[in-house]
């Protein structure tokens, strides 16, 4: 079945700078991938749409300018949190569907634990 | 907002049947039911769908009522493994996003 590889797994960074999580898809190209974020013991919540070769769009309260989103290829999208504060500390995930696949909805990476200090 | 409503916690001795339900009275025709569980930390996983007729793969059994207003997930024999947060999501299958309600944490107990 389809996989999305999600890496780092786990980041701790000092306040103010920037951390990079890639999603990628391995064995299908994803010509849409979504980005969520879990605080915890609460759901997901979508950040963003990654649309490839265009702007993202993003959910309503998400700051654009602080979670750059790019998806330069049909298999990876980045998220990049900028300047980052001990409230951006959450689980991130991504998630990608396989569109030549049946209708199996989305699969997800396995997610980034991003830790502010 | 999620089309969904589910108890947010359940209980279940281990090996017995785990029947996990799930309203969603405002489905539309092309929407289907989705399940999907996160195990602590991991991203979501995959378990089954529907539109109309019920279900049946090597994970568990989704149950739909006449009338598509709810669902029922049933894991037949529930290990410890199975402890998660289950989510039922109403999907229109082709485009979109999935939207995630606060879903049902099933702890299995031995």
């Known amino acids: 079945g389809a996989v999305v590889s999600q890496h780092p797994s786990r980041v701790i960074c000092k306040s103010g700078t920037s951390v990079k999580i890639e999603c990628r898809s391995l064995?299908?190209?994803?010509?849409?991938m979504f980005w969520y974020r879990q605080f915890p013991k609460q759901s997901l919540m979508l950040m963003a749409t990654?649309?490839?070769?265009?702007?993202?769009?993003?959910e309503q309260g998400v700051e654009k300018d602080k979670f750059l989103i790019n998806h330069a290829s049909l298999t990876l999208s980045t998220l990049t949190v900028t300047s980052a504060h001990p409230e951006d500390s959450s689980f991130y995930i991504c998630?990608?569907?396989?569109?030549?696949?049946?209708?199996?909805?989305?699969?997800f990476g396995s997610g980034t634990r991003l830790t502010v200090v | 907002d999620a089309k969904t409503t589910q108890p947010p916690s359940m209980d279940c001795a281990e090996g017995r049947a785990a029947n996990l339900p799930c309203n969603h009275s405002?489905?539309?025709?092309?929407?289907?039911v989705y399940w999907y569980r996160q195990i602590h930390s991991q991203g979501p996983q995959y378990i089954i769908h529907?539109?109309?007729n019920n279900e049946t793969n090597e994970m568990a059994s989704l149950i739909i009522t006449e009338d598509r207003k709810s669902s029922t997930l049933i894991l037949p024999h529930a290990t410890l493994r199975d402890t998660a947060v289950y989510y039922c999501?109403?999907?229109?299958?082709?485009?979109?996003?999935?939207?995630f309600g606060k879903g049902t944490k099933l702890s299995v107990k031995p």
């Open positions: 998630s990608a569907r396989d569109p030549l696949g049946s209708v199996y909805g989305y699969t």
């Open positions: 064995d299908f190209q994803a010509t849409t």
């Open positions: 990654s649309n490839e070769g265009s702007k993202a769009t993003y």
């Open positions: 405002t489905i539309s025709g092309n929407e289907y």
């Open positions: 529907g539109l109309k």
């Open positions: 999501i109403v999907f229109g299958g082709s485009q979109g996003n999935l939207i």
